[in-house]
C-alpha cells in the first residue's frame, strides 16, 4: 500500500492578489470551507473552485476525494493559520482522525485556485519500537510474505515513517503463484475472501467498510487503504489492516475485541493491484503522523521450522 491517506496535487495558481485582500479572502474562505466540508457538502465547495481548478479536478472526482478525506480522516476540529507561501494560505488542519497541511489559493474573484491536502511532515521521536503485546497472525493457514524487513530490496514499505514495518502477505501454491487461472478475477486469487483475525486484544477505532474492491490490475487512488480496521491496544499499540473485502467488515468502532476475533475478509480495495493482506502496527492513531513500530509474532512456523518472537522477511512462508 503506497499510502494510507490520499494527497491532493492541485497548486494551481493564476491571478496574483494584493496581500491584505489576498489575506482577508483566503481566512473567508478558508472558514466556508471548513463550514461546508463538516456539514457534508462537496458539491458547494465544489463551486468555491475557479474555472480552472473545476477542469482539473472535475466535480466527480472533487465529492469522491473530498468524501474519502471526510470516511478517513472525519470532521475537521480545529484549523490554525500557519504562513502565506508561493501565494497560497497554510492551515494546520486537525481532523478527527488525523492532521494536514491545508493550503489555499485565491484570485482576484476570490475563488479558490489552487488547493492541496498534504502530509505535515514535522519529524517526532517514536514512542513504541517494538509491539508490546504478544502476537498471533492476523490469518489462519500459511501465507507468503510478500514485502516485509527492514532493507528496500525487502520491503518498499520503508520509504514511509509511518509504515516502514509493514507487511503484505498473499497465499501461494507450491509453484509460487498467488492465483490460479489467468488472475484476471479476484476469485483467482488464493486469498480473496480468507478470514482476517485481530492479532491482539483491544478496541476498533477505526472502520472504513464501503470500499468496492478493484478488477486486479487496477488501483483506488483516492481510498489508499481502501476497507480499513484500526484497533488500539492498552499499551498504546495502534494495529493496521487494509484493503479488506468490500462490505465483509464484522467490528464497528467502540467494539472491544478479544485477541482472535474475526475482523473481515482478505480483498482488494483500495490502492492495491491484487488480493492481499497490508498489515503494520504505528504508534499512535494518526495516520499521516504515527511512527511505524516493529511486529514480531509469537510461536509462528517458519517454512516448516518452529519460530518464538520473530518478524518475518519477504518471501517468508508462515503459519501459526
Known amino acids: 500500500m503506497k499510502s494510507i491517506f490520499f494527497i491532493a496535487f492541485l497548486l494551481m495558481l493564476f491571478t496574483k492578489v494584493s496581500a491584505q485582500q489576498e489575506t482577508q479572502t483566503s481566512s473567508a474562505t478558508a472558514g466556508k470551507f471548513v463550514t461546508l466540508y463538516n456539514d457534508g457538502r462537496p458539491s458547494e465547495i465544489f463551486d468555491m473552485f475557479s474555472q480552472e481548478l473545476q477542469t482539473a479536478m472535475p466535480l466527480e472526482k472533487a465529492i469522491a476525494f473530498l468524501n474519502g478525506l471526510a470516511s478517513q480522516a472525519g470532521k475537521i476540529t480545529n484549523q490554525k493559520f500557519q ?23 485565491t484570485n482576484a474573484s476570490s475563488k479558490i485556485n489552487g488547493f492541496s491536502v498534504e502530509a505535515n511532515k514535522q519529524k517526532r521521536l517514536a514512542t513504541i519500537q517494538r509491539n508490546l503485546s504478544s502476537l498471533i497472525l492476523p490469518f489462519t493457514g500459511e501465507w507468503t510474505v510478500i514485502w516485509g524487513g527492514d532493507t528496500k530490496t525487502q520491503n518498499y514499505h520503508i520509504e514511509s515513517e509511518t509504515q516502514k514495518n509493514a507487511f503484505d502477505f498473499v497465499i501461494t501454491d507450491d509453484t509460487g503463484r498467488s492465483f490460479k487461472n489467468d488472475g484476471k478475477k479476484n476469485e483467482d486469487y488464493y486469498a480473496f475472501g480468507k478470514p482476517i483475525i485481530s492479532p491482539v486484544a483491544g478496541t476498533v477505532v477505526l472502520v472504513v467498510n464501503g470500499v468496492k474492491d478493484n478488477i486486479p490490475g487496477a488501483t483506488n487512488h483516492f481510498n489508499a487503504g481502501g476497507n480499513t480496521v ?42 492495491s493491484s491484487g488480493p492481499h493482506l497490508h498489515f503494520h502496527i504505528q504508534d499512535e492513531e494518526n495516520l499521516d503522523t504515527a511512527i511505524g513500530v516493529k511486529a514480531f509474532f509469537k510461536n509462528i512456523s517458519l517454512n516448516g521450522t518452529l519460530r518464538q518472537d520473530y518478524s518475518p522477511v519477504k518471501n517468508d512462508k508462515i503459519l501459526q
Open 83 to 105: 504562513k502565506y507561501e508561493n501565494s497560497y494560505a497554510i492551515y494546520l488542519t486537525k481532523f478527527e482522525k488525523a492532521e494536514f497541511l491545508v493550503k489555499i489559493s
Open 230 to 271: 484500526i484497533v488500539k491496544t492498552s499499551a498504546g499499540e495502534y494495529f493496521v489492516f487494509c484493503h479488506l473485502a468490500h462490505s465483509t467488515i464484522k467490528v464497528r468502532e467502540g467494539d472491544k475485541i478479544k485477541q482472535g476475533r474475526f475482523i473481515g475478509k482478505c480483498g482488494n480495495s483500495g490502492h
